[in-house]
């Protein structure tokens, strides 16, 4: 035993040793040099280098970059296949920007149903201030986070009904009804699922052709994830998202026959986008959009997005 092992553990000398990390060491490069470099060294087919410098400058190489990779056969020093284009990762770009367009205006307009027809029954039944109460809540901690989260909202929102009510009400709460309309649709899931009214959620669910609460539970959280990611421009063509939609095989309004798809990817999230679209909004044209959208993007991969074939065909997609 060395001398310092006998000594009190607040007089003892550790000694960690920190494993040496890789220094990060690569030089920004000019837009000119970039495209050189995937031109020269890596095999990238540009055909008109003026106009790729121009969309550089506007899009980012970072950010570009994730468009490319599918074209690249050498994954590590960043080879692209014979035949690649810049051209053909361009247009993946903006098929991708106008497709979180189109998935961001669907979404808001389920969204604004799917508040009222959450809101509404609860208070109802429960109250002007349910989503207070902890008793009707599943999961202590979850509530107290939620509560959290809702009252940064509340602390953070500079909507005239929220200032007008505290001006008129000193110290009071605000009822569930004004709530709801500031929420991020994230903690609107959280605090959905969180509720332990199980007979009032299935109600709920069943009010937008949903079989059971929590189908509907695993549908808000996977939208929730998507509208965050189209809401910071991040890419949503070939990604793989957190979270996951429950399928069911069947569903009051006309619905998808092959439901075994992978619901990490895209095709099952706009399936959720589609159906809710047609219970909240009957005459909204989101599926004939989307399926302008792909006509005109036949470079986009819809294997990438989860798109089995022949899904065209099904009933909710006609």
């Given amino acids: 035993m060395t001398e310092s092992a006998t000594l009190p553990v607040e007089q003892r000398n550790f000694y960690f040793i920190i ?3 890789p ?7 000019s837009i000119h040099d970039i495209i050189q470099m995937l031109k020269i060294n890596r095999g990238l087919v540009i055909a008109d280098e003026n106009a790729a410098e121009r969309q550089l400058s506007i899009i980012g190489y970072f950010r570009l970059a994730n468009y490319m990779r599918p074209m690249e056969s050498d994954k590590v020093n960043h080879l692209f296949k014979p035949g690649s284009t810049f051209e053909n990762a361009l247009d993946l770009y903006y098929f991708d920007k106008e497709l979180r367009a ?3 205006t669907a979404i808001q307009s389920a969204e604004v149903g799917i508040r009222a027809q959450i809101s509404h029954p609860i208070s109802m039944k429960h109250g002007a201030f349910w989503y207070l109460d902890s008793s009707l809540c599943h999961n202590q901690w979850r509530f107290t986070d939620n509560m959290n989260n809702i009252q940064k909202e509340i602390n953070r929102s500079k909507e005239d009904f929220i200032k007008d009510h505290f001006v008129k009400y000193p110290g009071t709460d605000l009822p569930a009804w004004k709530v709801i309309e500031i ?3 994230g903690t609107l ?3 959905f699922s969180n509720l332990n009214d199980t007979s009032l959620k299935k109600t709920i669910a069943r009010s937008v052709g949903l079989p059971q ?3 509907l539970e695993s549908w808000l959280q996977a939208l929730a994830g998507l509208r965050n990611c189209v809401a910071h421009h991040a890419r949503v063509w070939n990604k793989v998202f957190p979270g996951t939609p429950t399928l069911p095989t069947h569903a009051a309004g006309k619905w998808i026959k092959n439901t075994a798809v992978d619901c990490g990817r895209l095709y099952a999230h706009l399936c959720c986008v589609a159906y ?3 219970q909240v909004h009957p005459q909204n044209d989101f599926a004939t959009k989307l399926k302008d959208l792909l006509s005109k993007h036949p ?3 819809l294997n990438a997005m989860g798109f089995p074939k022949g899904w065209q065909n099904e009933p909710l997609w006609k």
């Fill in 19 to 21: 494993p040496m990390c």
């Fill in 299 to 301: 470079n986009a991969d």
């Fill in 213 to 215: 609460h929590k189908i």
């Fill in 23 to 29: 220094v990060y060491s690569n030089n920004p490069l």
């Fill in 102 to 104: 189109l998935i961001f």
């Fill in 276 to 278: 809710l679209q047609n």
């Fill in 189 to 191: 899931s959280k605090t």
């Fill in 183 to 185: 929420l991020s649709f």
